[in-house]
């Protein structure tokens, strides 16, 4: 089993539409929870990052954390053909700025 | 955000040869510095992690002797690949953190190395 396991997609949506992106992973003593975009040849970029169980937003964006079922979402509200790349969610322990990444989703927002 | 560089962002070498690829923060101080892999379609892979003045920690499976790392400053690292072969051809990726927050944290640009 993958520490950090994600759906590679491709993730298709019309623009507009809310795209969500999953992630469950394996480790119980993981603590923080980040999302990250990156586009072809590119770096990752920070989206946001999650500790706490529920929901954090952040613009058009909303991280979801679910430690009991060790599961994290992100949803990207009014998908912009702009926001096709892909999603990378990355999982850490406490104290530590050690980042575990999955295999991140590759998103499709089409016009 | 801070600005991070890499130096190359891109480099072929030939099989044999060693390539030096440096990390360099303009605006930052990072105590801890992350080097990732990453081929194409797959995920980031940690490499190491070294703080300042400290040697490296390698994860399991990367060999210290190939992939040299120098922590030399708070706003410097370099990832040297020796003696490169064709499989070493991927996309190298510094990663900069401050310990203090995690809103500092800053992925270099990346390097792509490709070795003939």
């Known amino acids: 089993q993958k520490e950090v396991e994600q759906n590679s997609g491709p993730l298709s949506v019309p623009e507009g539409a809310i795209a969500s992106l999953n992630c469950t992973y394996s480790?119980?003593?993981?603590?923080?929870f980040f999302w990250y975009r990156q586009y072809s040849g590119k770096s990752p970029e920070l989206i946001m990052f999650?500790?706490?169980?529920g929901d954090k937003e952040d613009g058009r964006f909303t991280a979801q954390l679910n430690k009991a079922s060790q599961y994290v979402s992100l949803l990207i509200r009014d998908s912009q053909p702009s926001d096709s790349a892909t999603y990378l969610c990355?999982?850490?322990?406490?104290?530590?700025?050690?980042?575990?990444f999955g295999t991140g989703t590759r998103l499709q927002v089409f016009p | 955000g801070a600005v991070v560089s890499q130096h190359p962002s891109w480099v072929i070498c030939k099989s044999g040869t060693s390539v030096k690829i440096e990390c360099r923060s303009l605006d930052f101080q990072a105590t801890t510095m992350f080097w990732y892999r990453q081929f194409p379609k797959q995920s980031l892979m940690l490499m190491a992690t070294?703080?300042?003045?400290?040697?490296?920690?390698?994860e399991q499976g990367v060999e210290k002797d190939k992939f040299l790392i120098n922590h030399a400053s708070l706003t410097l690292s370099t990832l040297t690949v020796t003696s490169a072969h064709p499989e070493d051809s991927s996309f190298y990726i510094c990663r900069m953190t401050s310990g203090r927050s995690s809103y500092e944290q800053y992925f270099g640009p990346g390097t792509r190395l490709t070795v003939t």
């Open positions: 480790d119980r003593g993981s603590q923080s």
């Open positions: 990355a999982v850490g322990r406490v104290n530590t700025d050690k980042l575990i």
């Open positions: 999650i500790y706490s169980n």
């Open positions: 070294s703080n300042e003045g400290s040697k490296a920690t390698y």
